[in-house]
């Protein structure tokens, strides 16, 4: 593709996407921005597999707080 064609033309792509399937397949190296702030940098699989692990996590983690039963009289 022209990432590829790109890459061995010897120039640099810089790729912004939430598209971990594409970042991972497409890309060497990846950086996870948290917060706007680096959290990983390094190979695109592993810090890829991360991330979405730390999102599957967190999303796992989060609570409807509204879902929740409400003490008598509240």
């Known amino acids: 593709g022209k990432m590829g064609e ?3 033309g010897g120039r640099t792509v810089l790729f ?3 598209n971990m399937a594409a970042v991972a397949n497409l890309c060497g190296r990846a950086v996870w921005l948290d917060g706007g702030r680096v959290r990983e940098d390094g190979p695109a699989r592993p810090v890829v597999a991360r991330s979405t692990a730390a999102a599957a996590t967190a999303a796992a983690a989060a ?3 509204a879902a929740l039963p409400r003490p008598a009289g509240v």
Do not use: E, I
């Open 63 to 65: 609570v409807d707080l």
């Open 6 to 8: 790109a890459a061995r």
């Open 16 to 18: 912004v996407s939430h």
